[in-house]
């Protein structure tokens, strides 16, 4: 009896001190004649308890709002309220805030949310909120992420806490674990989330997951001692408030037994805990406080969709590991990723931060920085890469299409084209150049004398000869090596695959990267009595011829291993393996689908990433000697399901506890959106733009017939159809419109006012009548636009063709893209002292005749600018060409392949594929004149020998080697 008194009675002085504070708070309205100097704005911040992680999320809020100008005592009253842990108290307080006159009230926990958004489902107060696990799960009324399906007055984040990643490090740092602790509250939603997870990831990792339910903060230290008795060899706690207001009492628990905790609750370890795998609440606490100060700016919190946002963080303790009765040992990528290491001496020693990027300098406004990049062929791998430093560039303030120039050209799997690649980028005009791979390090790279040179995709930069330590290396050289886990591979195939006794490989002596990784792999396998079977391979040409020779002896498994050579020829050594039975493991994760059975690499996309702040720093002035090469290799490892199952194989726990955690699944689309997309003209760009918006679409999980279904419909050239075509899109239940060109865009201007409108395959949606700039548009419309590459195309004529002063090109003045793409070009020809003539055609039937007409005039050559009538019609323009002897280049790659020498074009494949990109965050939400235009950023160089020397020209070999794509002789 004498304890639910006290309980009682302990409420009671809190809801008392409460109703002071709020008196006091409140103190200003009730004295009205003494007027505050300047109206201030009356904001609540309603707090679960007095916790590491409430406080600390508690300071990022007021930092994030701070930022924004938003400071108590000059534009804010701010009102803090902290329930103490007290529910009754709690939603006293949400009450006050519903119904007192806050303009915004803001919560930290789950429970907070829930609180005052039950206090508040009138909707007198907009509400933000944070450090909640779930938002969907708390049950306040948000049907999905990413969506507007919510309340009106409501918006916030959600942290979602890592427990599979967690658990999966666990048994990385102790293979040998069986059984984990935890104590929760089963009336807390998140814990209940995290719990339901932790379930999950445990059968799946061979844990058995011991669970002691609590009901409230005072029953943790009991609940830990019960588990102990039980036999737990470890505790974990996840995102539950009551045990987190009890942690000392549950890590102490832990320390009497010599058992680990390890957390998701970023700061357990500052307290004993072993390791801490979760968010950075103070970084969670300043995005809450930055979405407060944009709803207090004006923005409509209804529009204001919910998302994740999850920094990661991870803090060690050396001393607490130490004293463990168990062998847990904290992995190297664990040591390379913490922030925070609590040394066995009691020191704190920030890995993370004394030996990560240095600070980069911000761009030079009004400069464009050009970028020359090499690399050996085209391949997923670069593809990787490239994404990862366009995204870390942007990050950065380096971004394509506004201060940014990429150029790329790679050495078609040709070691022999590597020096005329260096060559031509080291003389160009590039601020810097990237050298991918370490063929082209060494061919390229080294071999610079005028421009600074970033590497990535490289191995061993030491190996390649780039210096002889990371620090002591050639002046114009740094970058990024990213060593493949050699050991983890043969460990991890020898743990899938119980009995094996040898293993095969093939690889090119050329390449150094291949010499050394076969070198450490040679090693490996004579620590663990494995035979190694070499096979030797010069070219591609070799590589079918290889592999069948390690069948012949037998191997046990391929191993497929740092090798550029190897790399191209991917699939032959795949169908060899699949057609053998043998188990193919790869290095590489985008060639797990390659029937691989196992992938354990580097994700080399964290390469690319790391790569960018060397770069930028280069760009802004910083001296490549002074900056020393690095080693980033974030260790991957994909499992491949299907092929597992065709070989009779299954994956012990060990293995699938090291599998690196998948991407987030996309998130679906709120119902089937009716999508039509409407064409002026079929042409070969216009189909490549199409099977883009499919494979954007595919790419992001989204299934056809269930989260969206697509209606198509073309006016086959005919302008005067477009205007009923367009017209009907408002009446036939369509949802969102996509259109492919410039005509349909200006049509559906005038025709579609209510329905969104993403377009793609448009030249200039400026001059069409969408906006005024990228960023300044109708509010309905968005896109992407295809504007050529013109700039590019004259200095293409300038240095590689010196002799052409008079160029001629064919327009159509009815299209208001063929004019603007006609004068962009004439104008950037004249600045290089290239006279354009030009001549109209106004039906596709005068096609024909103009292009002799053309041919026939005084001209150097023929460049033909893009437009719908000419891109349809481009054989006659190739005849009348061929015909008259005159060079002709265009800017399609159907254009070449129809016979055009040179092509300069952009992908439209990749223009649809961003425009569908674009298309589906107006479908989870987001209005379209909130998305700024883009320009895809691929831009490749096609060529045709075959093509030229029928035109009676000779293309340079510089040009030919700086090619994307070379295509034989037209039909």
């Known amino acids: 009896m004498k304890e639910p008194l006290q309980r009682l009675a302990f409420s009671c002085l809190l809801i008392v001190a409460v109703s002071a504070a709020l008196l006091w708070s409140d103190r200003h309205s009730r004295h009205a004649a003494a007027p505050a100097p300047a109206a201030k704005i009356p904001v609540a911040i309603l707090q679960h308890s007095s916790s590491p992680l409430f406080d600390e999320t508690y300071k990022g809020v007021l930092d994030g709002l701070a930022a924004k100008g938003y400071r108590d005592g000059e534009k804010l009253a701010l009102t803090t309220l902290n329930a103490e842990g007290d529910l009754p108290t709690g939603n006293l307080m949400a009450q006050k805030i519903a119904g007192g006159g806050y303009r915004l009230g803001i919560s930290i926990s789950t429970v907070m949310l829930q609180a005052l958004a039950n206090a508040n489902r009138a909707g007198q107060v907009t509400q933000v909120f944070g450090a909640v696990t779930s938002p969907v799960a708390a049950g306040v009324g948000i049907k999905a992420l990413d969506s507007l399906d919510k309340p009106p007055r409501l918006t916030g984040i959600g942290t979602p806490q890592p427990v599979a990643a967690i658990f999966r490090a666990a048994k990385q740092a102790y293979p040998e674990l069986k059984t984990v602790g935890v104590v929760w509250n089963p009336a807390e939603v998140n814990s209940e989330v995290c719990t339901k997870l932790a379930r999950q990831v445990s059968a799946e990792l061979g844990i058995t997951l011991l669970e002691a339910p609590v009901e409230q903060t005072k029953d943790v230290r009991e609940a830990a001692a019960s588990l102990v008795a039980r036999g737990v060899q470890a505790f974990w706690t996840g995102g539950d408030a009551s045990v987190n207001n009890a942690v000392d009492s549950l890590i102490g628990v832990a320390q009497a037994a010599r058992i680990p905790v390890f957390s998701n609750i970023a700061g357990h370890s500052r307290r004993g805990g072993l390791f801490d795998l979760g968010a950075d609440y103070h970084q969670v606490g300043a995005e809450i406080g930055r979405i407060a100060a944009e709803v207090l700016d004006g923005a409509d919190p209804a529009q204001l969709p919910v998302k994740d946002f999850m920094p990661r963080r991870i803090l060690l303790n050396e001393k607490a590991r130490a004293a463990l009765r168990d062998p847990w040992q904290f992995t190297p990528q664990m040591l390379e990723e913490a922030q925070e290491i609590l040394q066995a001496d009691g020191t704190v020693k920030t890995p993370a931060a004394s030996g990560g990027p240095a600070a980069v300098a911000a761009p030079q406004p009004g400069r464009t920085y050009k970028v020359g990049i090499a690399y050996f062929a085209p391949e997923p791998g670069v593809d990787a890469v490239l994404s990862g430093l366009r995204e870390g560039l942007k990050k950065l303030g380096f971004e394509e299409g506004r201060n940014l120039e990429l150029r790329l050209m790679h050495a078609q799997a040709e070691i022999a084209q590597i020096p005329a690649i260096g060559q031509a980028l080291d003389n160009s005009d590039a601020d810097a150049l990237v050298a ?160 691989a059975l196992m992938v354990v690499g580097v994700d080399f996309k964290e390469s690319g990433l790391a790569a960018a702040e060397p770069l930028a720093r280069v760009l802004t002035g910083a001296k490549p000697a002074d ?11 994909l499992l491949n399901e299907a092929s597992a199952k065709r070989l009779g194989i299954a994956f012990p726990p060990e293995v699938r506890a090291q599998v690196t955690p998948p991407a987030a699944a996309p998130t679906p689309a709120p119902h089937t959106w009716k999508i039509k997309r409407l064409l002026y003209l079929e042409s070969p760009p216009a189909e490549d733009a199409m099977a883009g918006i499919a494979d954007g679409f595919k790419a992001a999980g989204l299934t056809e017939g269930k989260d969206y279904v697509f209606s198509d419909v073309s006016a086959q050239g005919d302008m005067a159809t477009l205007p009923a075509l367009a017209d009907s899109v408002n009446g036939d239940g369509t ?204 831009i490749s160089l096609v060529v045709s020998e075959d093509n030229a020397r029928a035109l009676g020209l000779e293309l340079p070999a510089e040009l030919v080697a700086k090619a994307d794509k070379k295509l034989g002789k037209s039909p």
């Open 436 to 595: 991918l791979s370490t063929p082209v390090l060494q061919g390229a790279g080294i071999t610079a004398k005028r421009k600074p040179v970033v590497f990535t995709y490289v191995f061993d930069p030491l190996a390649a000869g780039a210096g002889s330590s990371f620090a002591d290396h050639l002046p114009n050289v740094t970058g990024i090596g990213s060593f493949p886990p050699v050991e983890d591979m043969l460990a991890l195939t020898q743990k899938a695959l119980p009995g094996l006794t040898s293993v095969g490989t093939l690889y090119n002596p050329s390449e150094a990267n291949s010499v050394k990784v076969v070198g450490v792999l040679r090693e490996q396998c004579v620590k663990a009595g494995i035979k190694l079977e070499e096979v030797p391979i010069s070219t591609t040409a070799d590589v079918v011829q290889a592999s069948q020779a390690l069948v012949a002896r037998r191997v046990g498994a391929i191993l497929a291993i740092g090798d550029n050579t190897l790399y191209q020829a991917i699939d032959a050594v795949a169908k060899v393996a699949k057609d053998a039975a043998i188990p193919l493991i790869m290095d590489q994760p985008e060639f797990l689908d390659h029937d």
């Open 627 to 637: 900056m020393p090469f690095r080693n980033v290799s974030k260790k991957s490892v």
């Open 735 to 938: 949802e969102l419109l996509m259109v492919l060109s410039t005509p349909t865009l200006q049509t559906a201007l005038q025709k579609v006012k209510r329905i969104p409108i993403v377009f793609t395959f448009v030249a200039d949606p400026i001059l069409a009548g969408a906006g005024t700039d990228n960023e300044h548009h109708l509010p309905n419309v968005t896109g992407v636009y295809v504007q050529g590459p013109y700039s590019e195309m004259a200095d293409l004529l300038a240095r590689h063709f010196p002799r052409f002063k008079r160029i001629g090109t064919l327009f159509s003045p009815a299209e208001v893209n063929s004019v603007n793409n006609k004068d962009r070009f004439v104008q950037e020809a004249a600045k290089r002292g290239i006279e354009v003539v030009t001549l109209p055609v106004n039906a596709m039937g005068e096609l024909s005749d103009a292009a002799l007409a053309l041919a026939a005039k005084p001209i150097d050559a023929i460049v033909q600018t893009p437009d719908n009538q000419t891109i349809a019609g481009f054989v006659a323009i190739a005849q009348a060409a061929a015909r008259a002897k005159k060079p002709l280049f265009a800017f399609t790659e159907t254009a070449v392949g129809q016979g055009a020498a040179v092509g300069y074009t952009l992908d439209y494949r990749q223009a649809g594929q961003d425009a569908a990109a674009q298309a589906m965050a107006v479908m989870r939400g987001k209005a379209p004149g909130d998305i700024p235009f883009t320009r895809p950023s691929k």
